[in-house]
C-alpha cells in the first residue's frame, strides 16, 4: 500500500464511524472534505451518495451514484456501501448490473460470488440466480451452491412471472441437479426438505418412499416437523391411508404421542372402509383404542375424548350410528366443560347435529345453569351458555328473548364478580365472556330493532368489565367497533391504543381504526392524528421491504431451504397486503383535505396507485380475533358491527383506485411514456398471465358488480359521479395536455435547478418557439356536464335531509365527507383548466365557465352541510344530550353499575359526537377556502 | 384437540390472540426471523382444528464446550387454551430436539421471579435454578414484586449428554450474577 493510499484508509475511518452512528451530515462534511483532495475517489462518493441518501437527498446522492455506477466499480468498500444506496432507492435491479460486472472482473472471488448471487435473490431474479448458483459450483465445488441452484430453479418455477409450460421442466431441471448431488440429501433435515418437496411436485412417489423409508429417512422425520408434515402429505397423495393410520396408532400407544393429526390419521384410516361389515368392525376397534387412552388419560388430556366424539360422528353420517354423538358431548363437556376451550371444542358437533333434535343436549346445557361458587365452576357455565347460544334456532332469536339473555348473562356476571376479586390484577377475570356474551345479545337486539340504546348498554358492560379485567383485549375490539358505529372516534382510538399494537400486528388489526377512516378524519382542520396513524401503521411494510430480504439471504446462507419459500411468501404477502393499499387509500383521501391539489401531488399519487392498482392483494386482516359468540344460524358479531355494514374488501379498494386513477390520470401531464423515462427505481414484476390483459385505462372504466356491491349507497353515487365527470372531461384533458417533450423539458430544468445536474439518461428534443405545440386538430367543443355531474350535489341535498332526521351521526358523517370527496374531485379535474392560457388557447372558455359554476353550486351545498353539522354537533355538547344517552341504556343493567359511571361515558361520547361533527363541519369550510 | 406443527413466518399473521396478551411481546419481524433463519426446528406451534394459534415457543441452540445447549427465548399460550398440557408438550419437543439434533448438554430459559406459575411449571418439567440474573428484565422498573419483577432467574434441564448433571447445582437460587454477565 502507498504512503498516501494509508493515508487516506486512515482519513476514511471517520466516515464510516459517522455513518455507523447516524451522523449522516458530518459524514458528508468530510466526504466533502477529502473529496477536494481526491476528486475522482469512487469509495469517497460512494460514502458520499450513503451519507445523502440517509439524509433523505435523493435527488443529490442520485446524481454521485450515477457517477460510481458509470465507473463500473469492483472495489469491496465501494460495492458495500453502493449495495446501501441502491437498497435505499429501490433498484435492485442496478444493485444487480453492478455485482455482476464486477464478479465478471473477478469470477474467482468467491466472496463475491456470493454478494452477486444474493443481488439477485433479493430482486427475486431466480432464474439469473440459478445460473450463477451452478457457475458457483463449478468453480468452487462447494455443495451448498448445488442446492442454492436446486432451490432457485423451484422458485423461478413457482413465480408469478413464469409461463405456466415453463414450470415442469424447472421441476425437472432441478431434480436433475439434485441427483448430482455427491452427497445423499439427508445429510441435512433442510436438504432432505427440499428433495422431498421437489420429488412431491413431481409426483416420483417410489423414490419419495425410499428416502423416507430409510433409517436415516425416518429418524429425521421424527424430529423434524417440517420434513415430518411434507412425508405426511406425500403418503397422502399416495393414498396410503392404512399406513399412516397404523403409524399415527403406535404413536398415539406406544409414544404417548396426543397430536390431533395422528388422531385423525387414526380416524381416517378407520373410516377408510366401503365394506359396511368392516367399516362396522373397524369402527369397534378404533373405539376401543380411544377408550381405553381415554380412561388412561383421564382429566390430564382431552384428545382421546374428542376422538371418540369425531369417530362417533363420522359413524353417524357414514349411517353405522343412529345419533348425532350427543352423549359422548355430554360426557366430554362433565369432563373438560371447566376448561375454556370447550365451547371451541364441541362447536363444530353442535354444528353438524343441529337439525336434528337438540332437546336432550339443550336440557342437559340448562342444567348445568347453576349459580357457580368456583372459577371452575363459573367456566363451566360459561360454556353451557355460549352453547347453547350458538344452538338457537332462528325463531328463537326475537328482540324480547334477546334481552332476556342479556339480563341472564348480565346478572351472572355481577353475581359472580367477587370469585375474581383476589386475582392480580395482571390476570383476566373468570367472568369475562359473560359481558362479551352480553355485548354479543344486545348487538344483535340492536340488529333487530335498529335502536342503538342496546349498543349503549353494551358499552356500559364492556366498560365496566375493563374497570375488573384491565388487559381484556376482547371488550376493547368489540368497544372500538361500537364506538365507531356510534360516531365517536375518539374513545375508539384510545381502547386501540391501549391494545398496544406494534410491528406487524399493523397489518393484521389496523383496519379496526383504519377502515373508512376518512369518514372520521379532522385533517381539513390541521389535526392529522388519523392521517398520522396511516402512516405509522405502514411502517410495518417499509421495514419489510429493508429487512426481510436479508433474512431471505441468511436463511440461503445457514441452508434453511425449508424457509426459504415462507419468507418469501410472508415478504409478499406484507409486501402486497390489502390492508397496507387501503390504508394508503384513506391516506390519500384525507390528504386531499388539507393539501393543495398541484402537479406534484397528482403526479407522485397517479404513479403510486397505477403500482398498486397491478397487485395481486393478499388480504391479512384478522377478523377471527373478535370473541364472536353469536348463534350459528346468525351473522358473525364482524360483520354485524362492520362500519355502514359494508366490508372493505378488494372491490372496495379496486372501485376507489379506479376512481382515483382516473381522474388523477386526467389531471396529470405524465402520460405513459413520460413515466417510463422520469421514474427510478424498480417496477414491479408483471404476471405472466398479465400479457393478455386489457390496457389499465380501459380496465379503470368500468366497475364490476362485484365492486359496486361491497359500496355503501353514498359511494356508489361518488363512483357514478367520478365516472360520468371524468368521462365527460376526458377529451378536453387529452387535447390541452401538453405533449411528452414539453413534459420532460419542464422536468429536465426542474431537476436542474434543484440538483445543479442535469437529468441522467433523458433527451430532450428541442421545442420550436415559445414551448407550445402546434395541434394538428381542432379542439373538440365544448359540452356542457351531464345530467350525473350537474345534478349530484342536489342529490346529495336531499339525502343529506333525509339523514339529518335520523339519530345516526356516522351516516351524517358519511354523506358530508363524500360530498366533501366530490368537490375535491371536481377541483383535481379542473385544475388544468383554471389556467387563462389554457382557456385561451384551446378555446375552453365555455368549459371554464360551466366547471366555474358547478363548484359554485357545489359550494352552496357543501356550506349548507357544514353549518348542519355544526349545528348538530352542538346539540350533543350539553347535559340534556348526555342525559339522553344515559336514558337510552338498559335499565336492569344500570342498577348494577353507578350512574356515575354511565354519566361519564355518556360524556365522553357525547363528547367525542360533538367534536367530529363540528370539526368536520368547519373542516367543510376550510376546504372550500383551501381549494378555491 | 390440538395440532403440533412448525412455527412458520406467516404466523405473525395469525397470533394475534396470543400476543394480544399483555405477557406476551409482539418484536419486529427480524426477531422472529432470525430464528427461523437459524433454528427452524426449535420454533413450533399449538393450532387448533380450526386453524386459530393456541401457543408457540421459540428457541435457539448456544454455547461452547460444556455450555452447548439449547435455550428457550420465549414460550407462550393464550390464555383460553392455558392448563392443557400445551406447554408441556413443546417444551418436550425442544428438549427432543435439543438431545437428539443439537446435541446439547442441557436446556435453559429465563424466567421473571416473580412468575411463580411458570417457575412452578418448569420445576415440575426437571429444570432448577442454576443463577439468579440482576435487572435482567430491567425496563419495566421496580414493581410491587420488587426485585422479584426485574429480575430473572436462569433456569437449567440437564439432557442425556450430562449424565453427571454438572450442568445444574443445588444452591442456583443464591448465585446472583448481573445482566452484563450472561448473553
Ligand atoms: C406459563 C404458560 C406457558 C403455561 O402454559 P400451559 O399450556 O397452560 O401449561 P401446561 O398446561 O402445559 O402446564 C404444565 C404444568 O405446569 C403447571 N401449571 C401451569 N399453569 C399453572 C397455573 N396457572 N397454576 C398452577 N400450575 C400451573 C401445572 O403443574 C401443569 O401441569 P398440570 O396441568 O398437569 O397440573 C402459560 O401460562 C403462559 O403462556 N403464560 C404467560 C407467558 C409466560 O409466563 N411464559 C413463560 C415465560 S418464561
Known amino acids: 500500500m502507498s504512503a498516501s493510499s494509508a493515508a487516506l484508509e486512515r482519513q476514511i475511518r471517520p466516515i464510516y464511524d459517522a455513518l455507523d452512528t447516524g451522523s449522516n451530515k458530518s459524514a458528508i462534511v468530510t466526504c466533502n472534505k477529502l473529496l477536494k483532495k481526491y476528486p475522482t475517489n469512487i469509495l469517497l462518493k460512494a460514502l458520499k451518495a450513503l451519507a445523502l441518501i440517509r439524509s433523505q437527498k435523493v435527488e443529490e446522492s442520485l446524481v454521485l451514484c450515477d457517477e460510481v455506477l458509470e465507473s463500473k466499480p469492483t472495489h469491496d468498500g465501494v460495492l458495500t456501501a453502493m449495495m446501501h444506496v441502491l437498497r435505499g432507492l429501490g433498484r435492485h435491479n442496478d444493485m444487480v ?25 433479493r430482486a427475486s431474479h431466480w432464474k439469473s440466480a440459478h445460473l450463477i448458483a451452478t457457475r458457483m459450483y463449478k468453480t468452487f465445488q462447494d455443495e451448498k451452491y448445488l442446492y442454492w441452484s436446486v432451490i432457485c430453479a423451484i422458485l423461478q418455477a413457482n413465480d408469478i412471472s413464469t409461463p405456466p409450460a415453463m414450470r415442469p421442466i424447472l421441476f425437472q431441471l432441478a431434480h436433475r441437479l439434485i441427483q448430482t448431488s455427491p452427497n445423499p440429501s439427508y445429510i441435512s433435515a433442510d436438504r432432505f426438505h427440499l428433495h422431498l418437496s421437489l420429488l412431491r411436485q413431481l409426483g416420483l412417489y417410489d423414490e419419495a418412499n425410499k428416502l423416507l423409508d430409510s433409517d436415516v429417512g ?107 354423538p350427543v352423549s359422548l358431548m355430554e360426557e366430554y363437556f362433565e369432563k373438560f366443560g371447566n376448561k375454556a376451550c370447550c365451547f371451541e371444542d364441541l362447536k363444530p358437533y353442535v354444528k353438524s347435529a343441529l337439525g336434528n333434535d337438540l332437546s336432550h343436549w339443550t336440557s342437559f346445557l340448562e342444567s348445568k345453569l347453576t349459580v357457580p361458587e368456583t372459577i371452575p365452576a363459573l367456566q363451566e357455565v360459561i360454556n353451557a351458555l355460549k352453547l347453547i347460544r350458538y344452538g338457537l334456532t332462528a325463531s328463537e332469536i326475537t328482540l324480547e328473548s334477546e334481552l332476556k339473555r342479556v339480563n341472564q348473562y348480565a346478572k351472572l356476571y355481577f353475581e359472580t364478580i367477587s370469585l375474581g376479586a383476589n386475582l392480580p390484577s395482571t390476570e383476566l377475570q373468570p367472568g369475562d365472556d359473560l359481558v362479551l356474551l352480553a355485548a354479543n345479545a344486545l348487538i344483535s337486539a340492536w340488529k333487530l330493532s335498529q335502536s342503538t340504546s342496546h349498543l349503549l348498554t353494551a358499552i356500559n358492560l364492556l366498560e365496566f368489565a375493563l374497570t375488573k379485567s384491565k388487559h381484556c383485549f376482547l371488550a376493547r375490539l368489540v368497544l372500538i367497533r361500537l364506538y365507531r358505529i356510534l360516531g365517536a372516534p375518539l374513545p375508539a382510538l384510545e381502547h386501540y391504543r391501549a391494545l398496544n399494537i406494534k410491528q406487524v400486528q399493523n397489518d393484521t388489526l389496523s383496519h379496526l381504526v383504519l377502515s373508512r377512516a376518512s369518514t372520521f378524519s379532522l385533517a381539513s382542520m390541521g389535526d392529522l392524528t388519523l392521517s398520522t396513524e396511516c402512516l405509522e401503521a405502514t411502517q410495518i411494510y417499509l421495514s419489510n421491504s429493508q429487512e426481510t ?112 386513477i382516473r381522474i388523477l390520470q386526467q389531471a396529470s401531464d405524465l402520460d405513459d411514456t413520460v413515466e417510463e423515462k422520469l421514474l427510478i427505481g424498480d417496477r414491479p414484476k408483471p404476471a405472466a398471465e398479465s400479457v393478455t390483459r386489457a390496457s389499465l385505462s380501459e380496465r379503470i372504466q368500468n366497475f364490476t358488480p ?104 356516522v351516516d351524517l358523517l358519511h354523506v358530508a365527507t363524500l360530498a366533501q370527496e366530490a368537490f375535491i374531485l371536481l377541483v383535481t379535474e379542473s385544475t388544468r383548466f383554471k389556467s ?70 355518556a360524556k365522553k361520547i357525547s363528547d367525542s359526537r360533538y367534536k367530529i361533527l363540528e370539526g368536520v363541519g368547519k373542516g367543510i369550510v376550510r376546504v372550500i377556502a383551501l381549494h378555491t | ?157 440437564p439432557l442425556a449428554r450430562d449424565p453427571h448433571r454438572r450442568s445444574i447445582r443445588p444452591n442456583g437460587r443464591d448465585i446472583i450474577v448481573s445482566a452484563h454477565d450472561v448473553s
Open chain 1, 97 to 121: 448490473t453492478m455485482f455482476d460486472e464486477a464478479f465478471k472482473k473477478s469470477p474467482s472471488n468467491e466472496e463475491l460470488g456470493c454478494q452477486t448471487f444474493f443481488a439477485h435473490v
Open chain 1, 218 to 324: 425416518k429418524s429425521i422425520c421424527a424430529t423434524n416437523l417440517s420434513c415430518d408434515e411434507l412425508r405426511r402429505e406425500i403418503w397422502q397423495l399416495q393414498g396410503k391411508v392404512k399406513e399412516e393410520g397404523q403409524r399415527a396408532e403406535l404413536l398415539i400407544t406406544e409414544k404417548r404421542d396426543r397430536n390431533w393429526l395422528e388422531f385423525l390419521a387414526v380416524i381416517n384410516a378407520t373410516f377408510n372402509e366401503e365394506d359396511s361389515d368392516l367399516l362396522k368392525e373397524s369402527v369397534q376397534k378404533t373405539q376401543k383404542i380411544f377408550t381405553d387412552i381415554a380412561a388412561q388419560d383421564g382429566l390430564k388430556d382431552r384428545s382421546a375424548l374428542l376422538a371418540l366424539i369425531e369417530v362417533e360422528q363420522r359413524a353417524h353420517e357414514r349411517g353405522i350410528s343412529q345419533s348425532p
Open chain 1, 549 to 660: 430480504g436479508d433474512f431471505i439471504v441468511r436463511a440461503f446462507n445457514a441452508e434453511k431451504y425449508s424457509q426459504i419459500p415462507e419468507f418469501i411468501a410472508f415478504e409478499d404477502r406484507l409486501d402486497t397486503s390489502l390492508q397496507r393499499d387501503s390504508v394508503k387509500m384513506e391516506h390519500l383521501r384525507m390528504r386531499l383535505t388539507h393539501e393543495p391539489v398541484n402537479s406534484d401531488v397528482i403526479d407522485m399519487e397517479l404513479i403510486e396507485l397505477k403500482f398498486i392498482f397491478d397487485r395481486v392483494h393478499h388480504d391479512n386482516r384478522d377478523f377471527a380475533i373478535f370473541p364472536n359468540y353469536q348463534p350459528n344460524v346468525s351473522d358473525s358479531l364482524n360483520h354485524q358491527t362492520l362500519l355502514f355494514g359494508k366490508e372493505e374488501g378488494f372491490p372496495w379498494l379496486s372501485a376507489f383506485l379506479k376512481i382515483y
Open chain 1, 706 to 809: 362485484e365492486e359496486l356491491s361491497t359500496l355503501t349507497s353514498e359511494e356508489t353515487k361518488l363512483v357514478e359521479y367520478a365516472t360520468s365527470l371524468s368521462g365527460w372531461l376526458g377529451p378536453y384533458h387529452d387535447y390541452a395536455r401538453p405533449p411528452p417533450s414539453v413534459v420532460l423539458a419542464e422536468a429536465a430544468k426542474q431537476t436542474e435547478l434543484k440538483t445543479g445536474h442535469p437529468l441522467k439518461g433523458i433527451e430532450v428534443p428541442p421545442i420550436n418557439g415559445n414551448g407550445q405545440h402546434k395541434k394538428d386538430e381542432e379542439p373538440p367543443a365544448v359540452v356542457d356536464a351531464p345530467e350525473s355531474v350537474a345534478k349530484h350535489f342536489d342529490g346529495i341535498r336531499e339525502r343529506f335531509e333525509t339523514v339529518k332526521t335520523s339519530d345516526s351521526v
Open chain 1, 836 to 905: 387563462s392560457s389554457v382557456v385561451k388557447m384551446n378555446k375552453f372558455g365555455a368549459l371554464a365557465t360551466n366547471l366555474k359554476d358547478l363548484k359554485a353550486a357545489a359550494q352552496a351545498v357543501l356550506k349548507d352541510i357544514s353549518t348542519e353539522l355544526i349545528k348538530r354537533g352542538e346539540s350533543f355538547n350539553n347535559a340534556e344530550a348526555r342525559k339522553a344517552c344515559v336514558d337510552a341504556s338498559n335499565t336492569d343493567i344500570s342498577a348494577y353499575i353507578s350512574h356515575d359511571f354511565i354519566l361519564n361515558l
Open chain 2, 1 to 157: 384437540m390440538s395440532i403440533l406443527r412448525p412455527f412458520k413466518a406467516s404466523d405473525m399473521f395469525k397470533f394475534n390472540n396470543i400476543n394480544l396478551d399483555i405477557w406476551t411481546e409482539t418484536y419486529g419481524i427480524g426477531f422472529y426471523l432470525s430464528y427461523l433463519s437459524r433454528w427452524p426446528d426449535l420454533c413450533c406451534l399449538q393450532e387448533a382444528p380450526n386453524g386459530r394459534l393456541m401457543g408457540y415457543v421459540l428457541g435457539k441452540a448456544e454455547g461452547s464446550g460444556t455450555e452447548w445447549h439449547g435455550h428457550v427465548t420465549a414460550l407462550t399460550v393464550a390464555p383460553e387454551y392455558r392448563r392443557l398440557s400445551l406447554a408441556r408438550k413443546m417444551m418436550a419437543l425442544l428438549e427432543l430436539v435439543s438431545e437428539e439434533i443439537y446435541k446439547g448438554f442441557f436446556v435453559d430459559l429465563y424466567v421473571r421471579c416473580a412468575n411463580s406459575v411458570a417457575i412452578g411449571m418448569y420445576e415440575g418439567m426437571g429444570y432448577s435454578v442454576y443463577r439468579r440474573v440482576r435487572e435482567y428484565y430491567g425496563s419495566l422498573g421496580i414493581g410491587k414484586g420488587g426485585r422479584d419483577e426485574e429480575d430473572a432467574f436462569d433456569m437449567r434441564k
